[in-house]
């Protein structure tokens, strides 16, 4: 098992930049890939970006593709999600997610774990 969580989120005005952190317990994170989701109030979850076990594969929504950036450092246990040219849409719980059975994956039912989720609030 892998606990995840995440950091840092927050309030910022439309075109500021945000950096998330995902921390993981335990001696195997090279062996998930994983993944940032959003949730806003309403909607369902969507993912947003994922990386695969070794870092050498991404995936991005089209939303927001040139502007956010997935990346781990696996020793560390921790994936990032760098955030620019926010937008007021951004605004919504991000939760970092892990998935064992998929060495990369964009599909929402093949993560097992996830974290708490950080509230991240794009101001216009």
């Known amino acids: 098992q892998v606990q995840l969580v995440e950091s840092g989120g927050g309030l910022v005005q439309a075109g500021g930049s945000l950096r998330l952190s995902c921390a993981a317990s335990g001696r195997t994170f090279s062996r998930y890939a994983m993944g940032w989701f959003r949730q806003a109030p309403g909607n369902e979850r969507e993912i947003v970006a994922a990386?695969?076990?070794?870092?050498?594969?991404?995936y991005y929504a089209d939303s927001v593709k040139g502007r956010f950036t997935i990346s781990r450092d696996n020793a560390k246990n921790t994936v990032y999600l760098q955030m620019n040219s926010l937008k007021p849409e951004d605004t919504a719980v991000y939760y970092c997610?892990?998935?064992?059975?998929?060495?990369?994956?964009?599909?929402?039912?093949?993560?097992?774990?996830w974290g708490q989720g950080t509230q991240v609030h794009v101001s216009s």
């Open positions: 997610a892990a998935s064992y059975k998929a060495a990369f994956s964009a599909v929402t039912a093949e993560y097992d774990y």
């Open positions: 990386i695969s076990r070794g870092g050498g594969n991404t």
